[in-house]
């Protein structure tokens, strides 16, 4: 049986887009959570790193790894056109993701139970 898991290669600003982040993983949505929440001391938190300004996808472990080591060798005008390929405006991609900021964890939340999709 083939593996269904996707992997992700982002990259992070802050505020004024000064600094960039690239990282890889398999929750996106998660390992965002914990930027804009800054639950993980390093290089993100040091330099408020809460925008998401670009992923992609693959379903291919090593290769989202190479890719996340092609993009940190670039020069920051390339990780800028990069960017701008997906978010000319350099948007925040994930600013909907959440609603509240104070949320909990996506990654803990009740998933729907049966019933609940029947009453839909």
Known sequence: MK???N????????AGNSTLYTGVTSSL???VFEHKQKLVKGFTQRYNLTKLVYYEETDDIGAAI??????KGWTRKKKDALI?????????????W???PHAQD??????G????????
Do not use: F, Q
């Open 3 to 5: 593996n269904e898991r």
């Open 7 to 14: 992997y992700y290669v982002y990259l992070m600003t802050n």
């Open 29 to 31: 949505e998660h390992r």
């Open 66 to 71: 190479a890719r996340e080591k092609e993009i």
């Open 84 to 96: 701008a390929s997906m978010s000319p405006t350099w948007r925040d991609l994930a600013e909907d």
């Open 98 to 100: 959440y609603g509240d």
């Open 106 to 111: 996506p990654s803990s939340r009740r998933r």
């Open 113 to 120: 139970t049966r019933d609940d999709k029947k009453r839909k």
